[in-house]
């Protein structure tokens, strides 16, 4: 069974978040980078184990300049068997959707695999955008997924409960929490993954129109103020006088 | 009291050292803090509080690659270069010493030494399972009466047939209590120094603990006590000499090198953090020139250490790095670190010396590192001895 992983590159979750070219784009200067959770530790360790019980290759992808190939460098270490980099900036999701959906159709997979949302702009959007270019079922948010001769079934987290659904192959998964657990690479499957392929292909056409306009920052929390923790009075007083809250 | 605390650690490349390494070595980083993330940071303060021996991380360690990591991968090794397995070192202690004394006591002083004087036969046996963590070794040099001094050793092997019989004691053995195997130094009858892969299941072989370390708590010691175990010829490493074990030592000195600036990092790291968020007299203590001249002093120290690492490191690479060096850098690795973690101590007031910070473990960690695998004065007077040629140990 061949799988698709579309990983992408999101800051560390520590990384300060600021702006450059008048709020446009987010200043990457001194940042660290990591493979974007979701896509790492649910898609693409779950497909990794479908390969080993089912055979088939692994193939991740991802659409962004050389500058993202250490993402995918991880990601052979993990364990996929190879790599795709659209060469070409990720403007937007219908952009990136476009150009996996390209890929994956001369390509055909069996299924493909995309995290529920990076955790950067939290889109949401490439995995549904990827099957309705290729005409096929989308399920989004799975937390659990079966798999035996060709068809799946495949639990999706739903506010206040569990929806299960059954459909057969090839379809494409955003994956949440529970699907799979996070796979550390071992130091054999780093020095491995410098002997897997990754394939730089150039982007197709693929325009949106979409531009992105500016970005703001939430206002300031305030800082946090210690309260003796033998002085309620004091406590009672800060939470009626100065929160407002009581 | 510490278990559910998160790790908040942050690396810091003041002179962006990053762009002098390769991406194996920034993805075997990544992996390894992950993995001390996620294994070690949680359970850490409680194993050191109990004074035991995570045993568990063993296998973790095996699976993640920290044993051997830059020996051949045909023997279920890494086959990784030198600076790689600094930075899996730095990266386990930036955890703790002690964890990174569990892996580089396996690595570099039991894989290493089988893998250079052993013969291929020991190499088939015993490196893949001490890769996988099936096997647990440890390393037999410091006796009792001979620390500093290894040459006056008195552990003894005699003839007999096809074996030979081994008496005597090791001291200060890292590992020896759950170890299955050791590789043992001992003088034979012309009173060489020979190495041996001794099975610690043998008969006369037994490895009490070492109780009451206020140091490298969350790593097992212990003796080593030989009574006329019969050691078999084919169990013998292939070198004579204090060569062999010295060896085995400048690996693993190589190696603290690194590890050291893990332990600076972290402590730096959350010093740092405490300086930013802690208000006295109105203000984050980090405001004050006082507490800028820790932190400033810190970061230039583990800076220069980081640099010193790497040009270490590129030495290794190379093959042609100097004994002498490495314990330059050992020496002083270790050294900032221990200054650096009383320093950062300070600046976490009292909440410094508690183990809701790991500053004092760290500081308490790094007096065992200061004085093994070489004390901090005996490296001062090998570089004494390499740059004048006069020996001053004797
Ligand atoms: C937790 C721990 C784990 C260890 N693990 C291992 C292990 O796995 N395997 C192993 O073989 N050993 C191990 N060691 C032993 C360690 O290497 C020795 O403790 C170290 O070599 C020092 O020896 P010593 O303790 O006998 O001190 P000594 O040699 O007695 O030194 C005492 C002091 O005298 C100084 N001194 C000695 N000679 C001179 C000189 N000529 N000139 C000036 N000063 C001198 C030393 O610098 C030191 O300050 C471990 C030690 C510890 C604490």
Same mark, same amino acid.
């Given at each position: ?54 055979? +088939? ?16 460098? %991880?990601?052979?270490?993990? #364990? ?34 995309? +995290? ?7 889109? &949401? ?8 270019? $290729?005409?096929?079922? /989308?399920?989004?948010?799975? &937390? ?20 299960? $659904? ?29 002997? %897997?392929?990754?394939?730089?292909? *150039? ?12 970005? !703001? ?30 | ?21 390769? !991406? ?43 044993? #051997?990591?830059?020996? *051949? ?43 250079? /004087? ?21 390393? #037999? ?5 001979? +620390? ?21 004691? %090791? ?50 010691? #212990?003796? @080593? ?7 078999? %010829? ?7 000499? @204090? ?32 300086? $930013? ?17 820790? $932190? ?15 040009? @270490? ?8 790095? =100097? ?51 070489? =004390? ?19």
């Amino acid at each position: 069974m061949n799988i698709l992983v579309c990983v992408s590159k999101t800051p560390d979750t520590t990384a300060k978040v600021d702006f450059i070219g008048d709020a446009k784009k987010y200043n990457e200067e001194g940042k660290q980078f990591i493979m974007n959770p979701y896509d790492e530790w649910y898609a693409l360790v779950r497909a990794m184990e479908l390969k080993e019980s089912n055979g +088939g290759e692994v193939t991740i992808i991802n659409v962004g300049p050389a500058s993202n190939d250490p993402i995918l460098r %991880k990601g052979l270490a993990i #364990g996929a068997d190879k790599a795709i980099r659209v060469d070409a900036e990720d403007t937007d999701a219908f952009f990136v959707a476009s150009q996996i959906a390209a890929y994956a159709v001369d390509n055909g997979f069996d299924l493909i695999f995309c +995290g529920k949302e990076t955790i950067d702009y939290n889109g &949401s959007l490439v995995g549904s955008m990827v099957a309705e270019l $290729l005409n096929q079922p /989308f399920i989004s948010y799975a &937390s659990k997924m079966e798999y035996t001769d060709g068809t799946a079934i495949v639990n999706r987290d739903i506010e206040g409960g569990i929806e299960v $659904l059954k459909l057969k192959t090839p379809f494409v998964l955003s994956a949440a929490k529970g699907l799979a657990e996070q796979r550390i690479p071992n130091m054999r499957g780093i020095m491995m993954a410098k002997r %897997k392929p990754l394939d730089v292909i *150039p982007a197709v056409d693929a325009g949106s129109g979409l531009s992105i306009e500016k970005f !703001e920052l939430p206002a300031d929390k305030g800082s946090v103020k210690m309260v003796d923790p033998n002085d309620m009075d004091e406590l009672v007083r800060l939470l009626h006088e100065e929160a407002k809250i009581i | 009291m510490s278990s559910s605390k998160t790790d908040k650690f942050q690396y810091h490349d003041y002179y962006v050292i990053d762009e002098l390494l390769d !991406e194996n070595h920034l993805l075997a980083r990544q992996a390894v803090r992950d993995w001390v993330k996620q294994e070690v940071s949680p359970i850490i303060e409680e194993y050191s509080d109990k004074a035991e021996c995570p045993t568990h991380l063993f296998k973790g360690l095996a699976e993640i690659g920290a044993f #051997g990591p830059s020996l *051949p991968e045909k023997y279920g090794c890494g086959g990784m270069d030198e600076i790689a397995y600094g930075i899996i070192m730095q990266e386990l202690e930036r955890g703790d010493s002690g964890i990174r004394s569990m892996a580089s006591v396996q690595g570099s002083l039991v894989m290493y030494p089988i893998y250079k /004087f052993g013969t291929e036969e020991h190499r088939k046996k015993y490196l893949p399972k001490l890769a996988s963590g099936e096997l647990i070794g440890c390393f #037999g040099l410091t006796e009792p009466d001979f +620390g500093s001094n290894p040459a006056g050793m008195i552990t003894n092997i005699k003839d007999d047939g096809d074996a030979y019989i081994l008496n005597g004691a %090791k001291m200060w053995i890292t590992n020896s209590p759950v170890a299955d195997i050791a590789v043992v130094w001992g003088r034979d009858e012309v009173g060489k120094v020979r190495g041996m892969i001794v099975e610690m299941d043998w008969p006369g072989v037994s490895a009490p603990e070492i109780k009451g370390k206020w140091s490298l708590r969350a790593s097992v010691t #212990g003796e @080593l006590v030989f009574e006329d175990v019969r050691v078999p %010829k084919t169990h013998m490493l292939e070198v004579r000499g @204090l060569k062999g074990p010295l060896s085995c030592l400048s690996k693993a000195r190589y190696g603290i090198a690194w590890g050291a600036v893990g332990a600076a990092l972290d402590c730096y790291d959350s010093a740092l953090r405490y300086s $930013l968020e802690r208000i006295q007299f109105d203000k984050p203590i980090g405001q004050f020139q006082l507490t800028q001249k820790k $932190l400033a002093e810190m970061i230039t120290e583990i800076t220069k250490a980081q640099l010193l690492n790497w040009r @270490l490191g590129t030495l290794a690479n190379n093959g042609k790095v =100097t004994p002498a060096q490495i314990s330059m850098a050992k020496r002083n690795n270790v050294a900032i670190a221990l200054d650096i973690a009383r320093e950062a101590r300070q600046i976490h007031g009292g909440m410094g010396i508690t183990n809701e910070y790991p500053v004092m473990r760290h500081m308490m960690n790094l007096e065992t590192v200061l004085t093994y695998e070489g =004390t901090h004065d005996i490296h001062l007077l090998i570089t004494g001895h390499d740059v004048t040629g006069l020996n001053a140990f004797k």
